[in-house]
């Protein structure tokens, strides 16, 4: 079997591929798995830029097929001095808590968002190197959701954007869906799973 390291400390993204990547005989160990820390600069411009950055770390460390991925966020009509990308949590410098989180954002909701709701879209970059050192990128966005102006009284401790975000398709704040709702809002990531194949 293929191994490919997820530059990641987190559990739970480490995972995000792990399924559809061992339909193909790849198995995805996090850095967790391997018992190495990687102390990362991300100072690229955008969501790729950091991926490389988390990538080529990677596989500077492990000699093993690596792969790096961050994510940006994005605002309609919000403008872009305003909009968060890659600073979702950092605002004027300064780190937000969960509750100045969620109260900053609502107070774009209010001045940009129509009717209390405001659109919202991911943007993510993906780097993959394989075992010889190539390395290749890939980009896509997820669109299916929007922010609204009142919070859901369900918190999920480190990520609040939860609590004022919601699923276009079912009307449903992101703290409050049920494993019902989950198959009503799954999104098919196998366009990326296929690019991390084909670039291992």
Same mark, same amino acid.
């Given at each position: 079997?293929?191994?490919?390291?997820?530059?990641?400390?987190?559990?739970?993204?480490?995972?995000?591929?792990?399924?559809? $990547?061992?339909?193909?005989?790849?198995?995805?160990?996090? $850095?967790?798995?391997?018992?190495?820390?990687?102390?990362?600069?991300?100072?690229?411009?955008?969501?790729?830029?950091?991926?490389?950055?988390?990538?080529?770390?990677?596989?500077?460390?492990?000699?093993?097929?690596?792969?790096?991925?961050?994510?940006?966020?994005? $605002?309609?009509?919000?403008?872009?001095?305003?909009?968060?990308?890659?600073?979702?949590?950092?605002?004027?410098?300064?780190?937000?808590?969960?509750?100045?989180? #969620?109260?900053?954002?609502?107070?774009?909701?209010?001045?940009?968002?129509?009717?209390?709701?405001?659109?919202?879209?991911?943007?993510?970059? $993906?780097?993959?190197?394989?075992?010889?050192?190539?390395?290749?990128?890939?980009?896509?966005?997820?669109?299916?959701?929007?922010?609204?102006?009142?919070?859901?009284? #369900?918190?999920?401790?480190?990520?609040?954007?939860?609590?004022?975000?919601?699923?276009?398709?079912?009307?449903?704040?992101?703290?409050? #869906?049920?494993?019902?709702?989950?198959?009503?809002?799954?999104?098919?990531?196998?366009?990326?799973?296929?690019?991390?194949?084909?670039? #291992?």
């Amino acid at each position: 079997m293929k191994k490919i390291v997820f530059a990641t400390g987190n559990a739970t993204k480490s995972k995000r591929f792990s399924e559809g $990547l061992n339909n193909y005989g790849i198995e995805v160990l996090s $850095l967790k798995d391997l018992g190495i820390e990687l102390d990362v600069n991300e100072d690229g411009r955008d969501a790729i830029e950091n991926a490389l950055i988390k990538a080529r770390a990677c596989y500077n460390k492990t000699k093993m097929p690596s792969m790096g991925m961050d994510d940006s966020l994005y $605002l309609e009509n919000v403008p872009d001095n305003a909009q968060p990308g890659l600073f979702v949590r950092r605002v004027n410098g300064k780190t937000l808590n969960d509750e100045e989180m #969620i109260n900053h954002y609502i107070g774009l909701v209010n001045k940009y968002g129509v009717n209390g709701r405001l659109n919202c879209k991911w943007v993510y970059g $993906l780097a993959v190197i394989d075992a010889n050192g190539k390395e290749s990128t890939y980009t896509w966005c997820k669109d299916d959701f929007y922010m609204v102006n009142t919070a859901s009284t #369900i918190v999920n401790v480190g990520y609040p954007l939860n609590s004022i975000s919601k699923y276009k398709v079912i009307d449903k704040y992101f703290t409050e #869906i049920t494993d019902k709702d989950k198959e009503l809002i799954k999104y098919d990531e196998s366009h990326v799973v296929d690019f991390i194949k084909n670039n #291992i």
